[in-house]
């Protein structure tokens, strides 16, 4: 889980030729079949310097950072990323928080181990402030946030602590949507009352 992936894969002269291909691929998507609507998304980057050189492989595999409208984003999903949210905003042009990996290195549980995994909780409140941190860092930054992972589908009251801290996207589980939708609709409109209480 913490070992050889994401940016770190990305850039080890053993992952090179596979990529190139994952390059490869975006690049048809983008430029030949006109999905240029298409970002990217960097996983499980660790550090300042690993960011800058997944960003140099992808230009020199032909997708550079701006060209042809090009965006990447970068998951939030190690403590590092919230700590130093400022300077990877500088590199980024969006986040994407990864709840479950972060709840797993904020807390130092893996959640695939059956004698631990019921020490793994999304609402831990040191994993909520951290949430809250990245969101907080990425709008200061003003940078694009989103949050993936089982959270909201599990907990409306996850759900509804992203919407009272204007995060910018959620992904829910197929089963959940529905239900969340309501959820999040019945707190954006108690949020609006407070506000046009609060202005009279």
Do not use: W
């Amino acid at each position: 889980m913490i070992g050889f992936r994401g940016a770190s894969r990305y850039n080890h002269p053993a992952y090179a030729e596979g990529f190139k291909l994952e390059c490869k691929a975006v690049k048809r998507v983008r430029d030949e079949m006109g999905f240029n609507n298409v970002k990217l998304m960097i996983p499980f980057c660790r550090r300042i310097d690993e960011a800058k050189k997944v960003l140099q492989c992808l230009a020199s595999n032909g997708l550079k950072q701006k060209q042809n409208g090009l965006e990447v984003y970068v998951m939030c999903e190690v403590p590092n990323n919230v700590i130093q949210i400022d300077h990877f905003a500088q590199l980024f042009d969006g986040f994407s928080i990864g709840s479950n990996d972060l709840t797993q290195l904020v807390l130092g549980v893996d959640r695939d181990s059956e004698i631990v995994a019921f020490d793994f909780d999304e609402r831990d409140p040191g994993v909520m402030e951290m949430i809250r941190l990245a969101i907080a860092g990425a709008h200061r930054n003003n940078r694009h946030i989103g949050l993936c992972g089982q959270a909201p589908s599990d907990f409306p009251e996850v759900a509804e602590f992203l919407v009272k801290l204007k995060i910018d996207s959620i992904s829910l589980n197929p089963d959940s949507v529905l239900r969340t939708i309501e959820k999040i609709a019945s707190v954006e409109q108690q949020l609006a009352n407070n506000e046009s209480r609060s202005l009279l």
